[in-house]
C-alpha cells in the first residue's frame, strides 16, 4: 500500500549571508544550483565560507526551518526570535520538516532531498546574545541536498516529490 502525503506548504521568508558571523539578508527569490547551494550564500560548494565550512557537507546545500518552530520556541521559552535569527536559508510554513528526511520533495520549481535534520550549535548564542540553543533541540531544521535547481521565492509552494 503507497502512502500518498498530504501536506500543502509555502516559503514564508528567505535568507542568505556571504560569510560566517554577517547577519542574513532577507531575499524576495534566491537561485538554487544542483549540487552545489544556493548563489551568493556562505555554504555554496566551492566558495565556503561558513562556520562550519571547514567540514563541507554535499547534504547542507540549503537549510530548512519552520515558522511554527518559532512560535513554539517563543510559547515555551518565552524567547522572540525572527525569521533572520534561525540562521537557515529558507524559513516554510505547513511543512513537517522532521518528517522529510531521506526524501525528496518540491520547493517552488526546484527539487530538494533532505539529508538530516540540523542540528543546533552554541555559535548561534554567540551570534544572537540569546539562549536559544536548547529551544532548537528537536526543531532546528532540516538540511537538504539540491537535486533541479532554479529559482524560488517567497509564497513559492513546497510539496511532496
Not at 533541540?137 to 533541479?148: A, E, P
Amino acid at each position: 500500500m503507497t502512502v500518498t502525503p498530504t501536506w500543502l506548504g509555502v516559503i514564508a521568508h528567505l535568507h542568505i549571508a556571504a560569510r560566517a558571523f554577517l547577519p542574513m539578508r532577507s531575499m524576495e527569490a534566491i537561485e538554487l544550483v544542483a549540487g552545489k547551494g544556493i548563489v551568493g550564500d556562505r555554504y555554496m560548494l566551492g566558495i565556503e565560507q561558513g562556520f562550519y565550512s571547514e567540514k563541507p557537507e554535499p547534504g547542507r546545500q540549503i537549510t530548512l526551518f519552520e515558522e511554527e518552530a518559532l512560535d513554539c520556541i517563543r510559547r515555551d521559552y518565552g524567547i522572540e526570535m525572527t525569521p533572520e535569527e534561525h540562521r537557515r536559508n529558507v524559513t516554510t510554513r505547513g511543512v513537517p520538516l522532521n518528517h522529510l528526511v531521506g526524501r525528496q520533495f518540491r520547493l517552488g520549481e526546484c527539487l530538494l532531498e533532505a539529508t538530516r535534520l540540523s542540528v543546533p550549535c552554541r555559535h548561534i548564542e554567540a551570534i544572537l546574545e540569546k539562549p536559544v540553543f536548547a529551544p532548537m533541540i528537536h526543531r532546528s531544521g532540516l538540511n537538504c541536498r539540491i537535486l533541479r535547481g532554479g529559482t524560488v521565492r517567497v509564497g513559492d509552494p513546497i510539496r511532496p516529490a
